[in-house]
């Protein structure tokens, strides 16, 4: 069997005219099996179904914060920089994946982009929702894991990384709001801050999370795991 076509998105600086994404998101969908290839963000949206044809998974990256406005709010103060072009693109290409059952993975902005391309929100700051959270911004080497997440018995992601706690890393200040459609929290940190929602559907692959596994899967057993459940995913999906 041939290696799945992993489609991963990317991002797009406006002021340097350039598309680009850490070579994180490719070395760990490599050393799993799979293929990757890089989306380019200024795509129009004629030309999604096209290119998510040539793939059997999709991996949404991490990146700056979503436009709020995609959720129905106002931008909060906490609401860091925000590109247009980058939250169409997976807008749309996210929603196609979903509509096709094109395996997903989400990473860090990856699990917001997912939630709100399924009708949910983001909490556009922790410090807003959560009176004394834990520090997410870690400021520590990006492989090392700062604080532990804790796994819901029968989901997706517990029977791939381990029931009880488990270590992760984390770089983000926002977070999960109202889950999108179909979807469930699979995974929490102690302060209550989702680390992981998947489809209520165990029959299909569509998982998103809010550390950073691609930063980790060299020196952590259950970050390479997590990619090699996704690549063995997209093995059994015919592009279409």
Known sequence: MSSPIIGITSIYDEQKNRIWHTGYYFEAVLAAGGVPIMLPVLAEEKHV???????????????????????????HPGNGEICPQCDRFEMAITQEA???DVPILGICRG?????????????????????????HSQEAPKWYPTHNITTMPGTRIEKIIGSGKTRVNSFHHQMVG?????LQVSALAPDGVVEALEHIDSNKFVLG?????????????????????????AKKCKSK
């Open 49 to 75: 179904s096209q290119m998510l044809s040539l793939c059997q998974g999709l991996l949404l990256p991490g990146g700056g914060d979503m436009d709020p406005l995609l959720f129905g709010e106002e931008p």
């Open 98 to 100: 979903l509509e096709r």
């Open 111 to 135: 699990v917001q982009t997912l939630n709100v391309a399924a009708g949910g929100t983001v909490c556009q700051d922790i410090l807003e929702e959560i009176n004394s959270p834990l520090k």
């Open 178 to 182: 109202r889950l999108g459609e179909n």
């Open 209 to 233: 999370v809010q550390y950073h596994p691609e930063a980790m899967w060299k020196t952590d057993k259950k970050a390479r795991e997590l990619f090699i459940a996704f690549i063995q995913a």
